[in-house]
């Protein structure tokens, strides 16, 4: 059983940064694909970024592209999320997600909120 622990959310004014981190418990190998999604209230949760473990370079929606930055650390089963530029649009509730083989794992998530 894998669980996953995002931590790093907060306010923060536009223009600002933050790093959102996910930390993966459990022990797992093979092919897994760690993802940031996020969420508002009444809208359904989207994807934001996505990273392998296989070298392949990282995918991001265009709402975030040159503004977020997401990266894995393989050894310690951390993914970061590095967000730039923010904007009040982009305040939501950020959830990290793991496709492991065939399963597949949602953590509790971690909000941000991004003040005008």
């Known amino acids: 059983q894998v669980q996953l622990v995002e931590s790093g959310g907060g306010l923060v004014q536009s223009g600002g940064s933050l790093r959102l981190s996910c930390a993966a418990s459990?022990?797992?190998?093979?092919?897994?694909?760690m993802a940031w999604y996020r969420q508002t209230p009444g809208k359904q949760r989207i994807l934001v970024a996505a990273?392998?473990?296989?070298?392949?370079?990282?995918t991001y929606k265009d709402f975030v592209q040159g503004r977020f930055t997401i990266t894995r650390d393989n050894d310690k089963n951390i993914v970061y999320l590095q967000m730039d530029s923010l904007k009040p649009e982009d305040t939501a509730v950020y959830y990290c997600?793991?496709?492991?083989?065939?399963?597949?794992?949602w953590g509790k998530g971690t909000l941000v909120t991004v003040s005008s």
């Open positions: 997600h793991a496709a492991i083989r065939t399963e597949t794992y």
């Open positions: 459990g022990s797992f190998s093979g092919p897994s694909v």
């Open positions: 990273i392998g473990n296989n070298g392949s370079p990282p």
